[in-house]
């Protein structure tokens, strides 16, 4: 089915399947209380666990128009292959140009969760620092693709932003991680590459969407599970012997 408005999930098919795969393994591990104790290390209760992977992924296809750029020609691909993923370009006859949008999945969910776990864990210079750090890092690495926009490399924001996190955060590593990793690659990829959108043809250039949305749901992922420990059983205190009555 070839996308024709701002809807549209981001990601070509098989690699749809892939998430959906994902987040399937996932939600096995939160029923066997393995995935459920890492979120509760970041702070999130676990009944909003499996309901905040839904929503981030199914949110993808959701792009709320915030701008549009003048009228140019654009690519009618239906779609851009970049580090090896096929990213979706919709497929539209009359387009007034490039429309600026956020992706909710990518974008207003990771954001908002990024921030409630930097006032909950009063992260705000630490959170500062390596939302800096992630966002150099993740800038450099970014590309600008013909016909979709921005790209990252889908593996690299996680591991940046799971290496900050340990290197500032240690007990906290995890909140740190998904926080810097999260708003670091909406920033250093999507916000600082805005004014470089004009001429690549995109139809539509989502912040968060497609071309950094897989980086940013496998940020959410490996940023706290590289950081993740396994709870420590309560040693169990060995009653003192009996002593043999003396009278």
């Not at 591991?159 to 990793?181: C, E, M, N, Q």
């Not at 912040?207 to 169990?236: E, H, N």
Request: proline residues 8%; glycine residues 10%; aromatic residues 10%.
């Amino acid at each position: 089915m070839q996308p024709t408005s701002l809807h549209f999930f981001p990601l070509a098919w098989p690699y749809s399947i892939g998430l959906f795969l994902l987040l399937a393994f996932l939600v096995a591990l939160v029923e066997f209380n393995i995935l459920v104790y890492a979120y509760v290390k970041m702070g999130v209760h676990p009944r909003y666990v499996t309901s905040l992977l839904l929503l981030s992924l199914l949110g993808a296809s959701i792009n709320i128009p915030v701008a549009q750029l003048p009228e140019e020609k654009t690519v009618e691909n239906q779609t851009v292959r970049y580090a090896g993923v096929d990213y979706v370009v919709p497929a539209v006859r009359h387009w007034p140009g490039t429309i600026i949008a956020v992706n909710v999945g990518g974008a207003v969910v990771p954001t908002l969760l990024s921030i409630f776990l930097i006032v909950k864990y009063k992260l705000f210079f630490r959170g500062l620092i390596g939302t800096v750090i992630v966002t150099l890092l993740v800038h450099q690495i970014a590309h600008l693709v013909r016909g979709l926009g921005i790209a990252t490399p889908t593996l690299a924001p996680a591991f940046i932003a799971a290496t900050v996190g340990l290197l500032l955060g240690w007990r906290k590593a995890a909140p740190l991680a998904y926080a810097a990793g999260c708003l670091g690659t909406l920033i250093g990829a999507d916000l600082m590459n805005l004014g470089a959108i004009r001429g690549l043809g995109a139809p539509v250039a989502s912040i968060g969407g497609a071309g950094t949305y897989d980086g940013i749901f496998v940020t959410g992922i490996l940023a706290f599970l590289l950081t993740w420990s396994p709870p420590q059983r309560p040693i169990r205190e060995v009653p003192p012997p009996l002593r043999k009555y003396e009278g």
